[in-house]
């Protein structure tokens, strides 16, 4: 235990010492210097940082967990991100720093009215305290109680521990988050990104040569063949993640969290031009790809090594295989980088929660008309995070009592919010009549009805279905009104350019790439792939060479789109206010 405790503590004050020092250079007395960054940050940084922001204990506890239980389906939440991150490149980020946005209600405001603003701030708070930091601090807080022992070294109950890690973790994150702004916040991301990345893999690896006793090739041949129903991506209405919620509700929350949560398209926003925006975004498209070896993969190996319901808690079944495959020193260096990540999840959300509430609900002017003074701006957010920080600690422990496992109940909690503001923002970009009021009554009537029919009814079709239905419903109420009572309020596409905007050379190229590897990752994991009922075979590969082919059709095809969406933003006509900075 003390090589584990001391490599952990080495591992950890090395990042944080140089995340300080490579901050320091950045003025936080300012909001793009706190919040931005300064707006400087490369592409690799934002990558790692996106990843990082995204990959906390929740993902590695809650998939491996789910995975465990059930199959592989729930890959629709990881897979499918490679795509949608190439959408934020190439569609998205060129119209948002093109303004020089520092939040996303920064559109809302600019095409509905204020009010719109700030209801979508207020929602984002409301998301990132009840269910994003608190679910990031408990799963944080059993990953470490498990590997550390936390209760039996301290002589506490299970549920005395979690409250213990979730407090030393909420503490420690708080200071973090206050002190250093995003700059440092996204600093460590990068290099806690490399270490988890590392780890991440070591895992499989060593849980492969457990489960084959010394030899890879052999656990390989008990995964394909003992029950290759585990591989399967493809889930049925009955599994965690179906299919065909890729076709309906699915790709928007993907769409919303990568590009419209200001947690996570935060970073991007910080991007010293947009070429490094477009390389970190699909750079992190890239690594989303690999992400399922990391996060799902553990959970086959759990099955076959300990076998269905060897392990009472689901939960507890990733931190039980890193403890029982990982050499002594790896685990400490592992837990280093995975309690990088839970900091980068609940720094980086605190960090919004900072930007959203000092820019868009309390920036405004003095009484005597004069604009509120930088300083007070971000002194006002840091008071802000810090009161948001401490009330999730005392909502996380309260994630004990979670039925349906953590990952699930996770995504069905943000669908209250994602695809509603999703909504607002397509429509209000496709059509420039649509009205506040008509924005206001479909974010009111959609997340009414989600939170009635998924917490409420026992409906006969999967909630992400109802959030499909809901955005074709709203969206056309949205056109209608646009029609019948159309706003008179001309929305001007007006080009700031706080940043260059030359875009990336080869961002369609490597686009397609990554496009066609989702493509084929859900081939290779079908009942035509490596999740054949006979195990791999033959006729396996056979289908593999027809999946490449039409592989390469979707990629074709994706490329012009791409291109057409595009170019519409680089020939658009707006209006130029400021000189590049």
Known sequence: MGIILGSFLGVTLIILLISFYQSRKVAKNTSDG???????????VIGASLLLTNLSATNFVGMTSDVYRVNMSTIGWETPCAIALVIVAVVLLPRYLSRGFATIPDFLEERYDKSVKTWVSVLFLICYLCNTLPICLYAGAITVNQIFDIPGMFGLTYAQGVWAMVLLIGVIGIIYALVGGLKMVATADTLNGVLLVIGGLLVPIFGLLALGKGSIGDAMTTILNAAPEKLNAIGTEQDLLPFSTLFTGLMPVLIYYWGMDQAIIQRALAAKNLKEGQKGVMFAGFLKLLTPIVLMFPGIICFHLFGAGGIENSDLAYATLVNRVLPKPLIGLFIAAMFGAILSTFNGTLNSVSTLFAMNIYKGKTKDGEPVPEEK?????????????????FVAPMFMYAPDGLYSMFQ??????????????????????????????????????????????????????????????????????????????????????????????????????????????????????????????????????????????????????????????????????????
């Open 377 to 393: 701006i971000v002194r006002v957010g840091k008071i802000c995070g810090l009161i948001v920080g401490v009330c999730a600690m």
């Open 34 to 44: 706190y919040f931005l960054g300064g707006r400087s940050l490369t592409g690799g």
């Open 412 to 581: 069905q909690l943000n669908g209250l919010f994602n695809v509603p503001i999703f909504t607002i923002m397509v429509m209000g970009y496709l059509n420039k009549k649509t009205p506040a009021i008509a924005a206001k009554i479909s974010l009111v009537v959609f997340i009414a009805v989600f939170g009635v029919t998924t917490f409420f009814m026992d409906l006969p079709i999967y909630y992400l279905h109802v959030s499909g239905i809901m955005f074709v419903l709203c969206c056309i109420f949205m056109w209608i009104m646009g029609k019948v009572k159309p706003t008179d309020k001309v929305f001007e596409r007006k080009r700031k350019n706080v940043v260059d905007i030359q875009p990336w050379k080869y961002r369609y190229e490597f686009g397609t790439l990554i496009a066609c590897g989702a493509v084929l990752t859900y081939i290779a994991l079908s009942p035509i792939g490596f999740a054949s009922p006979d195990g791999a075979d033959f006729m396996t590969g056979v289908w593999m060479v027809v999946g490449v082919a039409a592989t390469c059709v979707v990629g074709f095809i994706f490329k012009k789109i791409m291109k057409r969406f595009d170019r519409e933003v680089y020939e658009e006509k707006v209006t130029e206010e400021t000189s590049v900075a």
